[in-house]
């Protein structure tokens, strides 16, 4: 890797951190430099998850504030995370990828959807539950975040516009706070795949270095920024960047 290829990743890094802290699909960032820079796709793939780990850190410190109180619902929701990732960065390293990456334009399309209209539902939600239901989402949620943790632990780009869709209907909350909770839920997911692929693949350890250091001070940069968005503006920005991902996926 040359002085402007490195350059290139650290800046790319820095982009990632901060939109995953916002949104979501820093990986769309990062992942096609890696490929520009000459890696493999799955040692560009597998590289960029370890790198996004200490970023990922980063935005959940950052929105330390929004997951005051909301333990209990971590825990549990990162419950599904966890397995949901480690089965994703399974499905990485021992199957072909072109069957899943069909679906994933779909998905994205389908929680960008889910993204517009999720003030609606949940007011219908709310109407029909008057106390609240379950605070955690119940089975359905759990049983959505399992799944996003799945492609989140395969690839990853949107994993985040997907939580969000999700949450954002299921929980009765402010969409800062749920916007905290992604960002624990995304923190789990990159680690126990990062841990598996240690084990498991090839990692060019420069270009995670690099994405690492960039990424930490773009999850500081993404935390102050996403926080003053109001939430019309959040879910505008939610739209912008799902679609930006879907015609980049699409266009590969």
């Known amino acids: 890797m040359t002085v402007w290829e490195a350059v290139a990743v650290l800046v790319a890094g820095v982009g990632a951190g901060t939109i995953n802290a916002i949104v979501g699909s820093?990986?769309?960032?990062?992942?096609?430099?890696?490929?520009?820079?000459?890696?493999?796709?799955?040692?560009?793939?597998?590289?960029?998850?370890?790198?996004?780990?200490?970023?990922?850190?980063?935005?959940?410190?950052?929105?330390?504030?929004?997951?005051?109180?909301?333990?209990?619902?971590?825990?549990?929701?990162?419950t599904a995370s966890l397995f949901g990732g480690l089965l994703g960065a399974?499905?990485?390293v021992e199957l072909p990828g072109r069957a899943f990456?069909?679906?994933?334009?779909?998905?994205?399309?389908?929680?960008?959807?889910?993204?517009?209209?999720?003030?609606?539902?949940?007011?219908?939600?709310?109407?029909?539950?008057?106390?609240?239901g379950d605070p955690d989402g119940g089975p359905l949620l759990f049983a959505g975040v399992f799944l996003a943790g799945i492609y989140g632990g395969y690839f990853g780009a949107a994993q985040g516009v997907l939580l969000l869709a999700m949450m954002g209907m299921l929980l009765q909350d402010d969409l800062q706070r749920i916007n905290g909770v992604k960002n624990g839920l995304a923190l789990i997911v990159n680690t126990v795949a990062a841990v598996f692929f240690l084990f498991a693949s090839t990692v060019d350890w420069t270009a995670v270095l690099l994405i690492a250091v960039g990424s930490v001070a773009g999850g500081q940069l993404g935390a102050k920024v996403g926080r003053r968005l109001p939430a019309p503006v959040l879910r505008a920005v939610i739209v912008v960047v799902g679609l930006a991902a879907v015609t980049k996926l699409l266009i590969s």
């Open 26 to 78: 820093g990986t769309l960032i990062t992942f096609p430099v890696l490929l520009a820079v000459g890696l493999p796709p799955v040692t560009a793939n597998v590289s960029n998850t370890l790198g996004l780990v200490p970023g990922s850190l980063s935005g959940v410190v950052g929105y330390r504030r929004e997951l005051a109180g909301q333990g209990r619902r971590l825990r549990r929701l990162g």
């Open 90 to 92: 399974f499905l990485l």
């Open 101 to 132: 990456d069909a679906i994933v334009p779909v998905l994205i399309l389908i929680a960008l959807v889910l993204v517009v209209i999720q003030p609606r539902v949940a007011r219908a939600v709310a109407a029909r539950r008057p106390d609240g």
